[in-house]
């Protein structure tokens, strides 16, 4: 089992920033892929942004490439989600995922979510 608890969420105006960050206990926490994922009203929960076992790969959804930074701190076991420029459409509950492998997060056998942390843009 791999708990995950989310935090940073907030308000903020379009332009702004905000640094998510997850904290990770249980399982051990340097062997899984972890990702975000958010949540729009009305919408499909989408992928936002996943990082390595050891940071080497980094992948985003273009939606927030040059906008968004994924970190993790495997010591600390945290993974933090760095977000610049926001936009009014970047507005959701950003959820935590730890899964086995990038071919599995977010939908395969093994994943883990937190709660979720809301983050609203206003324009």
């Known amino acids: 089992q791999v708990q995950l608890v989310e935090s940073g969420g907030g308000l903020v105006q379009a332009g702004g920033s905000l640094r998510l960050s997850c904290a990770a206990s249980?399982?051990?926490?340097?062997?899984?892929?972890m990702g975000w994922f958010r949540q729009a009203p009305g919408k499909e929960r989408e992928f936002v942004a996943a990082?390595?076992?050891?940071?080497?790969?980094?992948d985003y959804r273009n939606a927030v490439k040059g906008r968004f930074t994924i970190s993790r701190d495997n010591a600390k076991n945290t993974v933090s989600l760095q977000m610049n420029e926001l936009k009014p459409e970047d507005t959701a509950v950003y959820y935590c995922?730890?899964?086995?492998?990038?071919?599995?997060?977010?939908?395969?056998?093994?994943?883990?979510w937190g709660q979720g942390t809301r983050v609203t843009v206003s324009s």
């Open positions: 995922n730890a899964a086995p492998a990038f071919s599995g997060i977010g939908g395969g056998t093994g994943n883990y």
């Open positions: 990082i390595s076992w050891s940071g080497g790969r980094r």
């Open positions: 249980g399982r051990t926490f340097s062997s899984y892929v």
